[in-house]
Every structure is written in C-alpha cells, then in structure tokens.
C-alpha cells in the first residue's frame, strides 16, 4: 500500500500559517455574509418575529385547552361521583326494605296500618295489587294485610325524591303490589315470580340493578333497583325493589355546559342511554346509531371502548358537527359511564381572538425591527474587523512562546522512550504546558517506583503461589484419593470428592477399616476458609483417625477429639463433623454428629431418598466435656447413604439464590444407577449449572457409602 507523504513543519510555522488562513477566511466569508444579511437580514428576522408571535398565541391556546381539559374532567367526575351516591342511596334503601319486610313476615300481629313517630302523611300512599294465576286472595290475605303496611315507610321517600317513580313487591305466594297507584286492584292476572326483574333478583341472589327501560305511562327513561326479601331463617320470601327515573339527574348533568355542550349517559353496552339536551338531528349527525359500537368514527369506538371499561378520561375528537372535547367518567354502582362534550371552537374562541391580536400587533412592528438589524450590522461589520486584526497581532506573538515548551516536551518524551527515566524538565509557562510538564516529570518518577514494585511484588507473588500448590498437593495428599480405595471388598463401594474455594481449603473426609468387618467413614467442615482452616482441618482430622482406631464408639471419639482441639483454641475455631462406623456383616450403622448436616438415606427396597433426623450434637472445637450422642440405623444391601457439607446446599447462583436442600434431594431421588461416582459427578454437575458463573462461596465436599451386604 502506497502512503502519502506528509510535508513536516514547525509548529511556529503552523500557529502562523492557521492564523493567516483563519484571517482570510473570515474576511472573505464576512464580505459575503454581509451582503447577504443587506439582502435577506429584515426578512429572516421579521419571518423569525412572526413565527414566535404564533407561537405565544398557540401558547395561550394550549394553555386554555389544558384548563377546559382539567374543567370538564373535573365537572364530569363530581357528576359521576355524585350519580353514584345517588344509586348507592338507592340501593340501600332497598336493603331497608328487605330488612323491613323480615321484621313484618317475622311479627304476626300487624294488619297493615302501623302508627309511626311524628307520621305528617295527611293520607295513606295509594297502592296497586295483582295476584298470580291460581292464588286465592283468602289463603294469602294475611301476607298481603301485613306487606300492605310498607306504604307508609315508601311515602317519605316519595315525597322527598323526585328521580324515584315507585316501589314493587312480589312474594313467592304470588302477591304483587305496587306503590303508588290509584287503580287499588285489578282482576288481569300477573305471576311475579317469573318476571325478568324477580328471577333475575333470585339468581343473583343479593341487590342489583335492571336494563334501561321506558315507563308505561310516561315513557321516561328508567332503571329499577331489586333484591331478593328473606325470613328469619334465610328462605325467600319474595323480591323488593325501586324504580328510578332518571330525567331529572340528566338535566342537572347537562345545565352545567348547556351554553357549549352537553352530556350524555352510556350503559355497559356501548348503547346510549339518554341525549337531554341534544336534538335528533344533530344526534344523528354526530353519533348515527343508537349503540355507539357500531359508530363509523374510530376515535369515539376508542373513547366508548375506554368509557364501557369503567375508565376515566378526557379526548378531543372530531365529529361531523365539529372538533369537540370529551371528558367521561364511570358510575360504578350502575356499570354505566356519563360524558360531558363540548366545542373546542367555543372553548378555545378566547386563544383564537388572542392569536389575532398578536399578529396583527407583530406586523406593526416590521418596519422597527427592518431599521434595528440595519443598526446591529453596522456594529457587527466594525467590531469584527477589530477582533481580527487583533487576532492576528496575538497569534505571531504567541506562537513563538507556545511553540518552544512543545518541543521541549517532545524531546523528553523520546528521551524516555530510549529509557532514560531520570530526566527532568523544567518549564515556567505559568498554563496548562507547565502542568503539563510537571505530570511529565511525576510519570517518570512513578515509573521508575513503579517498575522498582513490580519487580517485588512478582518476586513474593510468585513465591506465595509456589507455597500455596505445594499446601494444595499437601491437602490433597493427606485425603483418600484412589478410587476404588478397597478394590477387593465387594460388601461395600464408597466414593469421595472435594472442591475447596480457595486454593486449600477446611472440609475434610476420611475413610479406613478399624478391623476386617468394621469400617469408619468420616465427613468434616472447619469454620472459615483457607490457610487457616487448612490447618485446622489436618489437626481435626488427624485426631478423629486416631480415636477412631482405638475401636472406641463414635461418640466417644468427638468427645475426646474435642477436649483436644478445646485445649489452646485462641482463634476460637470448630469443626462439623459426622463419624460413621458400620458393622459389615449385619449393615448396622453406629454414628454421632457434631453440629453437621444430616445425611440423605437411598432406601433401594422402598426407593425414596429422605433426609435422616439425626440428633445435631455440638460443634468440635466449642465446648470442652460436652456429651455427644451415639444413633444408630440399619442398612440394607443396596443402600446408600450420601454424606455433604453445607457447600453442597448453599452454593449461590448470580442473584444469590440458594441451591437447597430441596434440590439437592430432588437429584438424589432422580437417580437411578445407585453408582456411587456418578452419584457424586451428577450432583456436582447440577450444582455448576445452578451456580452457572458465580464465584465458589465455600468448599464442596461430598461422600457417598453404597452397602452391598456381601462377603468379603
């Protein structure tokens, strides 16, 4: 490949020559600039004058949306909260009647005419009454004298509330009444008990609300509010209810926007309700069908969807009619939504006169802002050509100063390249050059110190390291490592494995013949990690073999162990540990546990795997004379038992969670070759895959004793 060739230069010759091009530059660019600005200058900034004078005026109108946003949000949910008080008051006027109703099937003595406290009623509320095909009014007479009474609870609330048409009663003997009335009674036959309003009141079995309906005689809007009347004994007695009609609560709704806008009622349905103060044909404009679902306009599918939803909101949407904003908010008790609209033209009419003004005042002040840049060009043309020619003065006057400490740098940044590291520069600029130069003569001296540090450190890094395989293979010496360890034995298979966290490690195993029919196995964790526990474990260890081949019990063993290690323990160190000594001929297992894990039996002839209850001793190390306990159990041939330290279940993934001893029983219970080795590789290898690349938190040791109860 081919290199162009670089022309070297002084960098004097460089500061000179960028000036001088720098000069020229700028005067031939201000030649053109300037007289482009006589040209374009009075557009550009009158244009820039016109442009913010917009934007204050859409300012204004973004900031009256956002008011007429939070007004009708807030107009629609005070209205919202205030129709559902009204229902909830509905419904709970309903329970005291159901309530009511009780008390009267409960009190045989009353005929229908009750004295009530402070009763103004200048008449009784008149009442309508029906009977079901086949019901004698004899046989039901007495139901009906004592329901009758409820007239003169109704009579207040009738009074009193404009939006509640009438009450209704239906009993299970097939009794109708309705109040009021004035027709008394009518001989058409009418079974309440299998009217929509009484069944569906049974089967939902506590208050609720009807469909919209139109009232029979002025077909107002109406919903009916009904729920089952039960005994003292929990039976149906029939179905009470309210009928409300719901014109007077819209025209409140609607006199709130009555100027702009106007409101409107949705059910669950997507099927409009009521348009009080919308005429038919402007409805049929905007909306087209009754169910707004089937509308043709998908920003109000969207804002029905939000409304049947139950949510609360505000959108401006465009209809036929004109651009319109709508806020809505649910009626919880009922499942229905209310929305209040109105015109974004009448909302926003105030921003419109606003923005008129200010581009009218804008143009105004054209010819004061053509004759102000005219002005400021002037100036500018002048002071520019000031600051050049000073500019360039400067830079021939610097350019030497700046110019010398540079190449003094550049010459002790090669002499320290050949590797004189005791060089030293002096420069006095009093800028960022001298700084420069002092860091350039701290970076020797700290290379020099540093090399001088490194060459020690390697030195005892290297031979820490050394010390620490030498402690390794000593470790690793002193522990059972060939495997099978008693190749002629076929009563037994047993298989061991440790993986220190460091590079020794505390956890320690052991395993030997006390005679030719009784084998000891050992398991053990020292507290802590490293050289120390290292040290600890070779001691610990050390003294259980010996105790154990006295032949003495297993819990005489830790005993004596322990006293040991309890004498001149200033690093209050202590040992886990399980000593394990099984008689070969029967399978019988004598053990004693110092504060270890328990052991997992593999039951072959019950195939389970279970964690063994096992008494949990004491520490090794803690406290001098204690008393430790001898257990025993019995082995079957084909038996396993897997011995573990807390390595196995407290290895910890990347997010810190815990292997478990769950788990760890889950594999044990998956395995099915009872081969002792890949028992131990097939725990080991899902401990990796849980841990996946987290650091190793403490050693692993693992042992698995599979009894073959066979001759030797």
Known sequence: ??????????????????????????????????????????????????????????KSRTILEEQAKQNLTQLVSLQAESSNEFFGAIRMEVDIMTKFCKFLWANDKIDGYIQYAGDAREKDLSFLYRLAPGVNIKKVNTEFLRLRAMGGVFEPYLRY?????????????????????????????????????????????????TEIFKGASTSKPMIACSGPALDNQGNLRGVIGITVTLTEMLN???????????????????????????????????????????????????????????????????????????????????????????????ALKLADETRNDIMAYTLKKK????????????????????????????????????????????????????????????????????????????????????????????????????????????????????????PQRKDFNIFASMEPAKEVGGDFFDFFLISENRFCFIIGDVSGKGVPASLFMVIAKTLIKNEALRGIPPED???????????????????????????????????????????????????????????????LGGMSEFAYMKESVLMSPGDILFLYTDGVNEAMDPEGNEYTEARLKQVLSKNDTRDVNHIIESVSLDVKQFAKNADQSDDITMLVFKYNGLKP
Not at 31 to 47: E, F, N, P, Q, V
Request: with cysteine; charged share 25%; glycine share 8%.
């Open 1 to 58: 490949m081919r290199h162009k060739s670089i022309v070297k230069m002084k960098i004097k010759a460089k500061i000179l020559l960028l000036t001088l091009g720098i000069t020229a530059f700028c005067a031939i660019s201000f030649l053109i600039i300037a007289s482009y600005t006589m040209d374009r200058g009075a557009k550009y900034i009158l244009a820039q004058s016109i442009n913010l004078g917009k934007e204050s005026a859409e």
């Open 161 to 209: 509330n404009k939006n509640i048409e009438s009450f209704f009663l239906g009993t299970q003997t097939g009794i109708n009444i309705l109040w009021p009335d004035t027709k008394g009674k009518t001989n058409k036959p009418y079974d309440p008990r299998i009217r929509p309003w009484y069944t569906d009141a049974v089967k939902r079995n506590r208050i609720g609300w």
């Open 252 to 346: 409140v709704i609607s006199s709130h926007v009555q100027d702009i806008g106007y409101a409107f009622l949705l059910d669950g349905k997507g099927n409009v309700i009521a348009f009080p103060a919308l005429d038919q044909e402007e409805r049929k404009k905007d909306y087209g069908m009754n169910n707004l679902f089937e509308t043709k306009n998908g920003e109000l599918k969207g804002i029905v969807e939000k409304m049947v939803g139950g949510h609360h909101g505000f959108s401006k949407i465009r209809l036929n009619s004109g651009e319109k904003f709508i806020g809505f908010a649910p009626i919880r008790e009922t499942g229905w939504s209310m929305a209040v609209v109105i015109s974004a033209q009448s």
């Open 367 to 486: 010819q004061t802002i053509v004759t102000l840049i005219y002005d400021i060009r002037k100036y500018m043309i002048l002071v520019f050509s000031a600051v050049l020619l000073i500019t360039i003065f400067i830079a021939m006057r610097m350019s030497a100063k700046i110019s010398k400490p540079i190449l003094d740098l550049t010459e002790g940044v090669q002499d320290v390249g050949k590797g004189n590291l005791d060089l030293s520069l002096t420069i006095k600029t009093g800028d960022e050059i001298e700084d420069l130069a002092n860091a350039f003569n701290k970076m020797t001296n700290d290379l020099k110190l540093y090399i001088h540090n490194l060459k020690e450190t390697t030195a005892a890094k290297e031979k820490i390291e050394s010390e620490l395989q030498v402690a390794t293979r000593i470790q690793a010496s002193m522990l059972p490592r060939i495997f099978p360890p008693f």
């Open 557 to 619: 063993i830790f005993f004596n162990v322990n006293n040991a290690l309890c004498e001149d323990n200033d690093e209050s160190m202590f040992v886990t540990g399980l000593v394990c000594i099984i008689d070969l001929k029967t399978g019988q297992v004598d053990f004693s546990n110092a504060g270890h894990n328990p052991p997992l039996l593999m039951d072959k002839k019950n195939k389970r795997c279970e964690y063994m209850k096992i008494t949990p001793g004491f520490v």
